[in-house]
């Protein structure tokens, strides 16, 4: 799994990060590197929701890649 991340950054300051291919999982920061961080912890509660819940889930190897 190489989930990518997509950060920019909105007109009042703030940082928000998405993963596209798990629709719903962005997150804001007041830094690139908060943004991200909370996109990360999101994507990885949705990720375990899912595999308790018996649903499916990208195969796991890498699990992020961040872009610009």
């Known amino acids: 799994m190489n989930l990518q ?15 596209p ?3 719903g999982v962005l ?3 007041a830094s690139k590197a ?3 961080a909370h ?3 999101l994507a990885l ?3 375990a929701d899912r595999i308790e819940h018996g649903e499916e889930v990208p195969e796991a190897a890498d699990a992020f890649t961040v872009s610009p």
């Open 5 to 19: 991340i997509e950060v920019e950054r909105e007109t009042d300051g703030r940082w928000i990060a998405d993963v």
């Open 21 to 23: 291919d798990l629709p």
């Open 27 to 29: 997150a804001y920061g």
């Open 34 to 36: 908060e943004a991200v």
């Open 39 to 41: 996109v990360k912890t």
């Open 45 to 47: 509660r949705v990720l």
